[in-house]
């Protein structure tokens, strides 16, 4: 887990962070044999304070960014909303 990992992965890509979350996935898939990433964005995110819409297009840059490592897993990209509800977002 991550506090804000959309806009670690998308748009406020701070190098050592990124690299911390690939040596993660890379331990979850290599090592414990996951099959799906899950990139989760959440309603009043404190770690990344900003609307939905602007979170939503880092989860859909966030969500390409861990496909381009290659691992050949499914990446889901998920939504919960003011009321705690899980919603998965397709991106074309």
């Known amino acids: 887990t991550e ?3 959309i806009c670690m992965l998308e748009s406020c890509a701070d190098p050592s962070g990124v690299e911390s979350i690939r040596r993660r996935v890379d331990i979850s898939v290599n090592k414990h044999g996951s099959r799906v990433v899950a ?6 995110c404190a770690g990344n304070p900003v609307d939905k819409q602007e979170q939503l297009q880092q989860l859909a840059g966030s969500m390409r960014t861990v496909q381009d490592w290659g691992y050949g897993v499914q990446v889901v990209g998920l939504w919960v909303d003011e009321n705690w509800t899980v919603h998965q977002v397709d991106f074309d």
């Open 3 to 5: 506090p804000g990992p």
């Open 39 to 44: 990139i989760v964005a959440h309603h009043d």
